[in-house]
């Protein structure tokens, strides 16, 4: 990656681009391997009332987003450059908790690509993982990078939800049940809810749109408007692809079909489509996992580098991350599916942490704000929300073994 100087001089066209490419890596981390794997387990388990905790997780999504990308944005900083000013260590400390977060959830991405060669080649899952991973590894090793990234994410993102929208169509969902229930849930389950918010908030996906954001250059007070404007953006992509995977599955499900097996996404878009549905899935999935693999990679190294790290080390340890990742999950032959739902929930638990430090910072760390007057209705946005990842944290911590049951 270029470093932040440099992105400090890009053109406004490339500049543009580069931040269009930050919104999209933290869309398409959000909307990953692991919450399509989730959308369906749950969606199976709940039916119509998952609608519910679709709802909550966008709300949660879009108050801790928008606080991120601010209180990055303004302050210049990454993340844990923020926390070890507020107490020195503090950051590192984040830092370990993020990378080894990604590296459970990026070797749960990188299973992700395997089911989606799977499901569009027949290709055995952990060849397909590996064949997936060493294109991730070309994307870091090429002389641009940045600019490789960026658009890739984009394409890629556009890519999945036009697909899901097709099969969302198709399966002809019953709209009207899933309205009451996003509204009055039959049902309501704190461990799904926890699992869901970690494994699309949670972890380095918190952070992978606003370090994206530093190095395009668009940081400081006189951004504001910019910077909240791209956040928003980035939500709403998150948003319609989070609605649309979830109305494409309860489709099926609120059809009567019984989805069984390893792999139950790949199940219901074959019910609802066929083998059509088969290989649309298939593409989706890949490009889901392709995409969460590059950001997760990218994030969890920008939290063990400095801004001042040259290019050419940042992304050789990105390629050692990513092929260490694979490794692990060649050998672990862990179910992808029970990995992922699993890592969404070690993700919940990291979340208080980091967000919490930047709420500090809002609120008592004007200097680091460059003078900058937060604004209090946000910030009161931000706790409530914080408050509710605490809560959901300690129930992820007390249940997480039914996971495993």
């Not at 993982?129 to 990078?145: N, T």
């Not at 658009?151 to 697909?163: E, H, K, P, Q, S």
């Not at 198709?170 to 309501?188: D, F, H, Q, R, W």
């Not at 069984?260 to 489509?273: D, E, I, K, P, V």
Request: proline share 2%.
């Amino acid at each position: 990656m270029e470093t932040t100087t440099v992105k400090a001089a890009l053109k406004p066209a490339a500049r543009r681009s580069a931040l269009l490419g930050a919104m999209f890596l933290m869309a398409t981390s959000a909307i990953g391997p692991g919450f399509i794997t989730q959308t369906t387990a749950f969606t199976v388990q709940l039916g119509a009332a998952f609608a519910f905790a679709i709802l909550v997780s966008i709300l949660v999504d879009i108050a801790i987003q928008t606080n991120v990308w601010r209180i990055i944005g303004v302050s210049g900083l990454r993340a844990q450059e923020l926390g070890n000013k507020v107490l020195p260590g503090v950051g590192w400390f984040l830092a370990g908790l993020v990378f080894l977060g990604g590296i459970v959830f990026n070797i749960g991405n990188i299973g992700g690509t395997g089911l989606g060669t799977n499901a569009m080649m027949g290709v055995d899952p952990k060849i397909g993982g590996a064949v997936s991973a060493v294109v991730a590894i070309l994307i870091f090793l090429s002389k641009r990078a940045g600019v490789a990234l960026d658009r890739i994410v984009v394409i890629l993102g556009a890519l999945m939800i036009l697909m899901t929208l097709y099969v969302a169509i198709v399966s002809a969902p019953p709209l009207g049940e899933a309205l009451k229930n996003t509204i009055m849930p039959e049902k309501v389950d704190f461990l799904i809810i926890t699992t869901l918010i970690g494994g699309t908030i949670g972890g380095y996906i918190t952070y992978a749109g606003a370090h994206r954001m530093l190095d395009t250059g668009v940081t400081g007070v006189e951004n504001v408007k910019q910077i909240t404007q791209s956040s928003i953006v980035g939500i709403l992509v998150t948003c319609v692809m989070r609605i649309l995977l979830f109305l494409a599955i309860f489709g099926v499900v609120a059809g009567g079909v019984t989805l069984t097996g390893n792999n139950l996404a790949a199940s219901a878009f074959q019910a609802a489509a066929g083998d059509i549905g088969m290989r649309v899935f298939g593409v989706i999935l890949w490009a889901a996992s392709i995409t969460s693999v590059i950001g997760a990679a990218y994030t969890s190294v920008s939290f063990v580098t400095k801004s001042t790290t040259t290019d050419r080390t940042r992304n050789l340890i990105t390629v050692g991350f990513i092929a260490f990742c694979t490794v692990a999950y060649v050998l672990i032959g862990q179910a992808p599916q029970q990995l992922l739902i699993f890592a969404g929930a070690f993700n919940g638990l990291i979340l208080p942490v980091g967000f919490g430090v930047l709420l500090w910072v809002a609120w008592r760390r004007r200097d680091l704000m460059q003078g900058y007057v937060y604004p209090k209705g946000l910030l009161v946005i931000g706790v409530v929300a914080w408050l509710l990842t605490l809560f959901l944290g300690y129930s992820s911590v007390t249940t997480l073994g039914k996971l495993w049951a």
